[in-house]
């Protein structure tokens, strides 16, 4: 069995069916989805129990029906991509500081950009974007559109 | 233990132009803590990447980061084709290992001319961006450009390597590498040097981990990690070479290991020349990339760069989220800001503590507010003021053993 | 022409601001002040203060946090200034046309006199920007005395 089909048994074998997909896609690429409330309980087993240590980003996605936040872990040199369904009518999730402080910035990113709130984070001020930002103006979901976000440059565009 | 009070600056300081804000606490000489303020350089580019197609987007990925430009097209490339799920020819592979490693080489020349002049050594600057004038002319040679080489493309790279430009190359590495040994000694020996870098910027290994530090910043703390080495994409499975590591987490730790990899790049190109196998260098892959996720990798000078790519069937990316490495390097900068027990972080260590990580930001002059704890009072310097109230006629502001 | 004119012909003082730009064309103007290029043979010098810089070069799409400082920075520049807008950028967003924090050119933002084109240009085409501006200036002077 190879590491990555390892990861996979073992946290099949954890979590049951909490893990809705898991799947290896190629050598070093590991893609799992998780409901909402096994985010944190994954990420926390493979910290602690599996031994990963770095997370190199966390990617939010609007996939139109609902988010997604997506931290990328990386265990021996195989990303694992741990993708939490997040619900729009109620668009919120743990933080996963208290376990990995390195995922500080990539959560507050995801946050301003997509409007998801992270919840027991310390810090969620903006990180990217300007201060005088409108608030609720979250610029990398799905309905907000380009020419939208250029009004606020100059009043026509070429 | 006096209250942290924030008095605020006043009318806007001129030097405060720079594309992050950097405040910090200090007791007397001594600084206790930093905050940072990022995001003055948030252009809006993954927003834009759904709106143009992959390789438009390619040409904006470059563009990211002038400085290494190569490795954001390629993590791109690399995404991009893992969903496609065809393999690209060896010779691209070789071809764009070569890319990144001169653009490795140039980056770290640049730095150590960027961090000579922080430590107010503008002699060794100069000599060192002479110096890497050559590896420009090597890159302009190969790819058409000094910066932004637009090299990379989906399905391999956009030009190949003829034998009399590779041989050309050959010669150019030979004599850099005598050159950057040189510039090695001169680090290990020179007493101002070691005297201003030794023992400053302390990052201990502990935190590295758990701040998720990358790159040579991590290195320099002893830790192994080297996208390189760990996931092995382009022609790194089949080159052999070294993962550079320092166990003292300083400063000078920092500039040994950007040093001795310059070294190994050298020895890389080489290597990738030599094994160069023949045949294509594209493979025609289709516009419309396939409905699929992927992530691409690769180890920046500054260290990991990571990409991530949805894609739903169509010509435009779904969702392209980008990781350049400094952002995971800053979340370490207020830790080596710190004084704690033993250790004692000056102001004077400021701005060569910051360069450290090879922020990827302007190389210009940058501002810096302190805040005394004790008194309330603060004030802006700039990097260069600093300079020169700490390090002018002095070899060493402070005595050390 | 009165001396003050000759000397600031001779012998421009130059201040570098990066506007949000990918560090392309930062690299490049500071390439320009190392020995292979050499512009401070030509009296050009990097200043850090706008009081004391005749041409201020800006690289980089203006992004909209940056804007107030760098009109303060221009405000704050005496006259007679100039300003040199460095890569494809400045003149008109370049690459980053479809982001939405840029300006389109940093002419909306303030007057510029020279563009110097490219993605990044080389160094030989931003001194080459340098001369086309002091030959301006020289034509301004020359005219109005």
Known sequence: MTLEEELVSKLKERFGDRILEAKVQRARRVFVTVDRSAYKDVIRFLRNDVGVTHVSTISGVDAIDHFEVIPHLSYKGIVVSVRAIVPKDKPEIDTITDVIPGALFYEKEVHEMFGIDIKGHPDLTHLELPDDWPEGLYPLRKDVKLEELFKRITKERD | ?401 | ?145
């Open chain 2, 1 to 401: 233990m006096s209250s942290i009070v924030d008095v605020p600056v006043g009318p806007q300081h001129p030097a405060l132009k720079e594309p992050l804000n950097i405040t910090c606490y200090v007791d007397g000489e001594q600084v206790v803590g930093a905050k940072l303020r990022i995001g003055y350089n948030h252009r809006g580019i993954e927003k834009a990447g759904e709106y143009q197609t992959f390789i438009q987007n390619l040409y904006i990925a470059e563009r990211i980061c002038g400085i290494c430009g190569i490795v954001h097209a390629f993590d791109l490339a690399q995404a991009t084709e893992h969903i496609i799920g065809k393999e690209i020819p060896r010779r691209a592979d070789y071809l764009r290992t070569i890319g990144l490693e001169l653009n490795r080489i140039h980056s770290h020349l640049l730095w150590l001319g960027v961090a000579a002049h922080e430590i107010g050594f503008d002699t060794l600057f100069m000599y060192v961006w002479r110096d890497r004038e050559v590896v420009m002319d090597v890159i302009e040679d190969f790819t058409g450009n000094r910066v932004t080489y637009a090299l990379v493309t989906i399905g391999g790279v956009r030009r190949d390597l003829p034998q009399e430009k590779a041989e050309k190359m050959l010669r150019v590495m030979d004599a850099l590498e005598e050159t950057v040994k040189k510039y090695k000694e001169m680090c290990l020996n020179e007493k101002t040097i070691r005297m201003r870098c030794d023992g400053v910027g302390v990052l201990r290994k502990e935190d590295a981990i758990a701040l998720c530090a990358v790159g040579p910043t991590i290195r320099a703390s002893g830790v192994p990690f080297d996208v390189r080495a760990d996931d092995p994409h382009a022609a790194y499975d089949e080159i052999p070479f070294k993962v550079v590591t320092y166990d003292t987490c300083d400063v000078t730790a920092r500039i040994l290991v950007r040093i001795d990899e310059t070294l190994e790049s050298i020895n890389i190109v080489r290597e990738a020349i030599k094994r160069m196998p023949s045949g294509p260098i594209r493979a025609r892959l289709p516009r419309a990339v396939p409905v699929g996720e992927g992530v691409g990798r690769t180890e920046a000078p500054r260290g990991e760069v990571i990409h991530y790519v949805r894609s739903n069937g169509t010509d435009r990316p779904f969702r392209w989220k980008v990781r350049a490495p400094t952002l995971a390097n800053l979340l370490s900068i207020p830790v080596m800001l710190t004084s704690k027990g033993d250790y004692v972080v000056y102001i004077a260590d400021v701005p060569i503590t910051f360069a450290s990580i090879d922020p990827c930001l302007s190389c210009t002059d940058r501002a810096v507010k302190f805040v005394d704890v004790s008194s309330g009072k603060s004030w802006v310097w700039t990097f260069s003021q600093i300079k020169r109230m700490y390090w002018k006629d002095k070899p060493c502001w402070r005595e050390r053993p």
């Open chain 3, 1 to 145: 022409m009165g001396l003050v004119d000759w000397a600031r012909l001779r012998s421009p003082w130059v201040l570098h601001f990066n506007t949000g730009a990918c560090n392309g064309c930062d690299i490049e103007v500071v390439a320009a002040l190392t020995p292979r290029y050499d512009v401070e043979r030509f009296g050009i010098r990097l200043v850090g203060s706008p009081r004391h810089a005749d041409i201020l070069i800006v690289t980089g799409p203006v992004t909209k946090q940056v804007e107030k400082r760098l009109k303060r920075v221009y405000e704050q520049m005496p006259e007679p200034k100039f300003v040199m807008a460095v890569g494809n950028c400045c003149a008109s967003s370049g690459a980053f046309r479809n982001c939405y924090n840029v300006y389109p050119g940093l002419d909306n933002v303030i007057p510029v006199d020279v563009y110097v084109m490219g993605c990044p240009p080389k160094p030989e085409a931003i001194i080459n920007g340098v001369v086309k501006l002091l030959e301006k200036l020289k034509k301004l002077k020359g005219g109005a005395s």
